[in-house]
T-cell receptor, first 115, second 114 residues
């Protein structure tokens, strides 16, 4: 069945550096993907809508210059956390609507730790 | 935009009893309401969903009810088992937004004690 794959599953980076997380739709095309952030014991908070071939749409309060989203192909969206700080440490997870109207697929999620 | 509220935040039940989690939403244009079960550090797992043209849906021990007038929907788990212990999230999707865009409730930690 349709699968959304996310990479890396875990990443540790130094404060001030940037880290990229990839979200791929493996056997279907996704013109739209969504990025969420989840802090421990909290809910999934929608960060942005990734649109293939155009700019991402960010939710209120999410810094677009800090969380760069690129959706250059129909199967890949990337989230780059720039100038990462310890408070950016979180679980980041992407999703994509599947090929049928009734499905939404989530990636495995990526644990980011900024030290 | 859509705002989803979920209650309670924690729920302890005896094995075999029923568990009910309630959510309210604000956007009258919301038309899709999924429920997810999530284990720590893993992707949310869809357990049941309902669309706005249906008032109730059941799948074995799990059921969801929707009241569009009151803008609330509920998850019902009957005959709870220890393996039902997890965090549950409700979510809502609006026709005003791109399909697949979800606003999540705050989550409910369900603990089923033997």
């Amino acid at each position: 069945g349709a699968v959304v794959s996310q990479h890396p599953s875990r990443v540790i980076c130094k404060s001030g550096t940037s880290v990229k997380i990839e979200c791929r739709s493996l056997d279907f095309q996704a013109t739209t993907m969504f990025w969420y952030r989840q802090f421990p014991k909290q809910s999934l908070m929608l960060m942005a809508t990734s649109n293939e071939g155009s700019k991402a749409t960010y939710e209120q309060g999410v810094e677009k210059d800090k969380f760069l989203i690129n959706h250059a192909s129909l199967t890949l969206s990337t989230l780059t956390v720039t100038s990462a700080h310890p408070e950016d440490s979180s679980f980041y997870i992407c999703s994509a609507p599947g090929p049928t109207e009734n499905t939404i697929y989530f990636g495995e999620g990526s644990w980011l730790t900024v030290v | 935009g859509e705002n989803v509220e979920q209650h309670p935040s924690t729920l302890s039940v005896q094995e075999g009893d029923s568990a009910v989690i309630k959510c309210t939403y604000s956007d009258s244009a919301s038309n899709y309401f999924p429920w997810y079960k999530q284990e720590l550090g893993k992707r949310p797992q869809l357990i049941i969903d309902i669309r706005s043209n249906v008032g109730e849906k059941k799948d074995q021990r799990i059921a969801v009810t929707l009241n569009k007038t009151a803008k609330h929907f509920s998850l019902h788990i009957t005959e709870t088992q220890p393996e039902d212990s997890a965090v549950y999230f409700c979510a809502a999707s609006s026709i005003r937004d791109s399909w697949g865009k979800l606003q999540f409730g705050a989550g409910t930690q369900v603990v089923v004690t033997p």
